[in-house]
């Protein structure tokens, strides 16, 4: 237990040492919020514009961070040959790898607090009236998004082309989900593939929750997906991750 606290603290002043890991992965979410914030007016689904966009981008903060932002991480250390030493020290791998992840839940959590706050400041969003609701649903996504970001680790052969892979994956995702505004105006075809992904359901359960009162258990076919979605990324990852690097 030591070693994890250890290593869980060295992992989170590394990030936040990181002026482009604190910039892409823990700000970029919030300065997207204040600019879509400062363009919409009117309403979605029914509530104030601003309400809407802070459930989506806690969605888009989901993926941003647990998925690309680990992944990132991961590929970086592994084409620099760090996951390689790691694995010749006295380190448990288990403990590194749980160390990781928790660190990455941290940041997100941290963000999604922050998120809430900026709401309030700027367009006077009310706080999650089931704020349960909304931390396990926050959880259960961060969770499925870092099963999954282990996953694409095993498909990115290099650093350099890291960044523009991952961003080809969660941009477009969060379009074709919702994160942005709402998607009833899509073609049919774009619907059809926002419905399977993992950010539609999270939104569906954010948007119940935040915006209507919900609980977290009254949408039962998202908490299976999100479930699901991780279940498969961490059975890809068992299979796919690699401690040492695809080239060189």
């Not at 030493?85 to 590194?96: K, N």
């Not at 809430?116 to 009310?126: D, E, F, I, N, Q």
């Not at 969770?143 to 095993?154: M, N, Q």
Request: charged residues 15%.
């Amino acid at each position: 237990m030591r070693l994890f606290w250890h290593q869980l603290r060295s992992e989170q002043l590394v990030f936040w040492r990181s002026r482009e890991a604190a910039v892409f992965v823990f700000l970029f979410p919030l300065l997207l919020f204040a600019l879509l914030t400062a363009v919409y007016n009117g309403h979605l689904y029914g509530r104030p514009a601003s309400w809407a966009l802070l459930a989506g981008m806690l969605g888009y903060g989901a993926a941003n961070t647990a998925f690309a932002g680990l992944a990132l991480i991961l590929i970086s250390r592994r084409e620099l040959g760090i996951l390689k030493r790691i694995r010749a020290t006295p380190l448990p791998t288990a403990t590194y790898l749980v160390a990781v992840l928790c660190s990455i839940m941290i940041v997100f959590a941290l963000q999604a607090v922050s998120l809430c706050v900026l709401g309030r400041l700027l367009k006077s969003t009310p706080w999650p009236a089931h704020l349960l609701s909304v931390v396990l649903a926050l959880a259960l996504v961060a969770a499925a998004f870092a099963g999954l970001g282990l996953a694409i680790t095993g498909f990115i052969r290099s650093l350099e082309g890291s960044s523009a892979a991952l961003n080809l994956v969660v941009l477009p995702m969060a379009f074709l989900s919702g994160s942005f505004g709402t998607t009833r105006h899509y073609p049919r075809a774009l619907r059809a593939i926002g419905d399977v992904l993992p950010l539609k359901y999270l939104l569906d359960a954010i948007n119940a929750v935040y915006l209507h009162g919900r609980e977290l258990w009254d949408k039962p076919t998202a908490v299976a997906v999100l479930a699901g979605w991780g279940v498969f990324g961490i059975a890809v990852a068992m299979r796919k991750f690699r401690w040492e690097p695809r080239e060189g």
